[in-house]
């Protein structure tokens, strides 16, 4: 059986990793500034990750949610408190795409409405709600057309407020748009839309999948605009790789029995390396390290001459290069054995590991120096 071909891979083969760096079967060294788009969030093979998954596998192993599982709350009270979201509740899955899907059901259900509200460029996730909420015509099937999803332009509050009306359910916006090419929502903007959405009842839904988890230097990207959303969503860097979603939910929802199910989520597995990721994350301050070192590349990045723009904050940041340096990101690859990311058109995405040092960033920088000259 061959594999189904619908997305490019690198004919590269990791065999070991370790930190921000990955070796392959060749025995050649890579600096890993994507971390497969956002998820290594405290570096390959983190020893204290690693055991707390094995300890897991030898004690009962990935067992699902049909039992009391601890971890669970132990997950939700750790998460709470890094997060500053104390008094939020926690429903566990498995992936983003599914945080998002049920953070939509979420808002119909409190809401009893349809009508959702996303931003241009936006990228929510592949089931068919997440999928519809996703501004980008080559990955959103015909049959999504059924969903009852407006687009607007971000930053914009008069088109915001020509859709707004007592019908919509939930406003959806990622933290940053990262797929979307990393595109920043002004702090005024997502202060404003969570006004309206309190006028209308409308629930705020944050997507915090690519953005979140400590990348911008806070837990959540939308905290430096001092916002409080209904619902947050998360994975990607939740658990280092190992598949896990959540969605964060405003105390004054309340749950029923049924309203949310899941087989995977929350199993014992995924709890034990989503505790081992925020134990190092509070340990090592990867917080700090993801502003102190985001912000350095942000200055330095600024000092090349040839790029056209740098967006971002903290360890997520987008390059927009010249139509004539498209070849940029591959030669970095090549050249230099370094892993970046990309969004269309022509913008290289970092995603390092909030472990990244300034060391590892100035052989990114001096590379891409000489590739952009
Ligand atoms: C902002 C955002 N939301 C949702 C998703 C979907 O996450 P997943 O691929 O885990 O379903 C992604 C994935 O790239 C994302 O970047």
Redesign the pocket.
Known sequence: MNLFDVYPLFDINPVKAQGSWLWCEKGEKYLDLYGG??VISIGHSHPHYVKAITDQLNNIGFYSNSVQNKLQVQLAEKLGALSGYTDYNLFLCN??????ENALKIASFVTGRKKIVAFQKA?????SG?VAATDNPKIVAPFNAGHNITFVPLNDEKAFDDVMDGDVAAVII?GI???GGIQLPTDSFLQYIEKKCKQHNTLLIL?E???GYGRTGKFFAHQFANIHPHVI?T??GMGNGF?I?SVLIHPDIKPWSGMLGTTFGGNYLACAAAIAVLDVMEKEKLMDNASIVGDYLLEKLGQIKGLLEIRGKGLMIGIDLPDDKKSVRTNLLKAYKIFTGEAKPNTIRLLPSLTVTKAEADIFLHALEKEVA
């Open positions: 788009h956002a992936s983003g795409a599914e945080a998002n990228f929510h996730g592949r089931t997440a990622e748009q990262g797929v997507d999948i690519q953005s969503t994975a990607k598949p979603g």
